[in-house]
């Protein structure tokens, strides 16, 4: 069973990371295919446009965010490709574009995962 971290696609890749997957629906801006260093894109487990947009980032709605997030996840399919890596590899990092590595839907994500290995 693998282990999960985040981490923003905006700092540098390194053998630490292990398999790196960027869980953004939206490609980061600013960021080469070359220095984004990737092993997979799995745009349709990041949240619904919609949920997207509703959050805006607020920190004053992370929680119901988090909360509608899970849900998604709950029925999407995507998600069982996520853990299928996840369980073939020692490491998985979950890459994100987000500014705030506090409040942010792979650290939900992330949870997530953890919860349901």
Same mark, same amino acid.
């Given at each position: 069973?693998?282990? *999960?971290?985040?981490?923003? @696609? ?6 630490? &990371? ?6 953004? +629906?939206? !490609?980061?801006?600013? *960021?080469?295919?070359?220095? @984004? ?6 745009? &349709? ?6 949920? +997207?947009? !509703? ?19 709950d029925g999407n399919p995507a998600v069982a490709d ?13 890459v994100y574009a987000a500014k705030d590595p506090q409040i942010n839907h ?12």
């Amino acid at each position: 069973m693998g282990v *999960v971290t985040i981490k923003r @696609a905006y700092d540098e890749a390194g053998e630490e &990371d292990g398999v790196r997957i960027l869980v953004d +629906r939206l !490609w980061p801006r600013g *960021v080469s295919k070359a220095a @984004a260093s990737l092993d997979g894109w799995l745009k &349709d487990v990041a949240p619904s446009p919609t949920l +997207r947009k !509703w959050w805006n980032h607020d920190p004053e709605r992370f929680g119901e965010f988090a909360d509608r997030y899970r849900t998604e996840l709950d029925g999407n399919p995507a998600v069982a490709d996520l853990l299928s890596i996840v369980r073939e590899h020692d490491l998985t990092t979950l890459v994100y574009a987000a500014k705030d590595p506090q409040i942010n839907h792979a650290l939900v994500l992330r949870d997530y995962l953890r919860a349901a290995l």
